[in-house]
T-cell receptor, first 112, second 112 residues
Framework: GDSVTQMEGPVTLSEEACLTI???????????LFWYVQYPGEGLQLLLK?????DKGSNKGFEATYRKETTSFHLEKGSVQVSDSAVYFC???????????FGAGTRLFVKA | NAGVTQTPKFQVLKTGQSMTLQCAQD?????MSWYRQDPGMGLRLIHY???????DQGEVPNGYNVSRSTTEDFPLRLLSAAPSQTSVYFC???????????FGPGTRLTVT
């Protein structure tokens, strides 16, 4: 079945360090791919998305590129801030389908 | 717009008790879902609805009931609480054609 695998956390970084959170997926067809972020005590909110191969989603300094050849959608940021501390979820949704499939989440801690 | 609202924010139940988690949205979204979030397991779909009067089961429906009498509201009922239902519960909504889901702030439930 369709699935999303993302790197286990927690990831601990110092402020201004580079971030990469790996995400790979298994799905038939051409799903849309998402990164959601969950700040402490809140629900998930969409961070960025990409709907077709080679698309790059970006928001708030975060980027991810839809790589069909490696079935990956890694999240990157060049310089993290303390305010980026959160849990990040990779997800996919099939065209015409209802369900969004989420990865297990990766917790990021950024130290000042 | 309040978005997606959930009540209560926290709840403690004893084994065997029943309760209803409330969810409401004011965005006129047709699609609504309930998820549970457990450590290391991401979000798992409990039940969902594609419109008023229409509901269906997700991955982990056992022990939960839902109904959808209006577009705005989608309550989740725990029939006889069990410790295995200790979790954080999120309600989400979206447009039928949309890909992004909008999440409520969650309900943290503990069953003793």
């Amino acid at each position: 079945g369709d699935s999303v695998t993302q790197m286990e956390g927690p990831v601990t970084l110092s402020e201004e360090a580079c971030l990469t959170i790996n995400c790979t997926y298994t799905a038939t067809g051409y799903p849309s791919l998402f990164w959601y972020v969950q700040y402490p005590g809140e629900g998930l909110q969409l961070l960025l998305k990409a709907t077709k191969a080679d698309d790059k989603g970006s928001n708030k300094g975060f980027e991810a590129t839809y790589r069909k050849e490696t079935t990956s959608f890694h999240l990157e940021k060049g310089s993290v801030q303390v305010s980026d501390s959160a849990v990040y979820f990779c997800a996919l949704k099939k065209a015409g389908g209802f369900k969004t499939i989420f990865g297990a989440g990766t917790r990021l801690f950024v130290k000042a | 717009n309040a978005g997606v609202t959930q009540t209560p924010k926290f709840q403690v139940l004893k084994t065997g008790q029943s309760m209803t988690l409330q969810c409401a949205q004011d965005m006129n979204h047709e699609y609504m879902s309930w998820y549970r979030q457990d450590p290391g397991m991401g979000l798992r779909l409990i039940h969902y609805s594609v419109g008023a009067g229409i509901t269906d089961q997700g991955e982990v429906p056992n022990g939960y009931n839902v109904s959808r009498s209006t577009t705005e509201d989608f309550p989740l009922r725990l029939l006889s609480a069990a410790p295995s239902q200790t979790s954080v519960y999120f309600c989400a909504s979206s447009y039928p054609s949309g890909e992004e889901q909008y999440f409520g702030p969650g309900t943290r439930l503990t069953v003793t």
